[in-house]
């Protein structure tokens, strides 16, 4: 936990080509990963509303994840994730509003939210910190559609 913030689930990085990421780490860890996932999403950044264009795959298997992440380039430089090999923590949030304005008052810099589309709640939130590494905070109603890819039951539906 991170000041009970939430509960770590993966740690993730953002790879120039997410096909040869995985094949080669399949092949050097022997890491099986869930089908890709390519997701064109709204998202709200501090100089304002985007589309984030991403692929993204998580490590199959029980306990702490590894996610791989391919930024397309239809995004302003300014407002991608991160650069690739800059690594992440994903954690797991019932709070996500409260999360986000906990780590903001840290110093860490909210580089994108995915909000919910009736309510505008957080759902899914990026965070630089002071230090270089970033947060990823996942909200707990994200969780069960989430739960159902890594777990190897289907599809991605997406969040809303």
Request: with cysteine.
């Amino acid at each position: 936990m991170l000041d009970g913030i939430g509960e770590l689930y993966h740690t993730g990085a953002v790879v120039p080509d997410l096909e040869a990421a995985m094949v080669r780490t399949r092949a050097a860890m022997g890491i099986e990963w869930t089908t890709p996932v390519r997701s064109r999403t709204d998202v709200w950044t501090p100089a304002g509303d985007r589309v984030l264009s991403l692929m993204w795959t998580y490590s199959r298997g029980p306990g702490h994840r590894i996610e791989l992440i391919q930024q397309f380039e239809d995004i302003d430089a300014a407002d991608r994730c991160a650069m690739p090999g800059e690594p992440h923590f994903g954690y797991w949030v019932k709070d996500a509003d409260g999360a986000r304005g906990q780590l903001e008052a840290a110093g860490f810099e909210t580089r994108f939210a995915r909000l919910g589309e009736q309510d505008r709640t957080t759902l899914v939130s990026y965070h630089r910190s002071p230090w270089g590494f970033f947060v990823e905070l996942v909200s707990e109603r994200v969780r069960p559609a989430l739960q159902e890819l890594l777990d190897g039951g289907g599809g991605w539906a997406g969040i809303g």
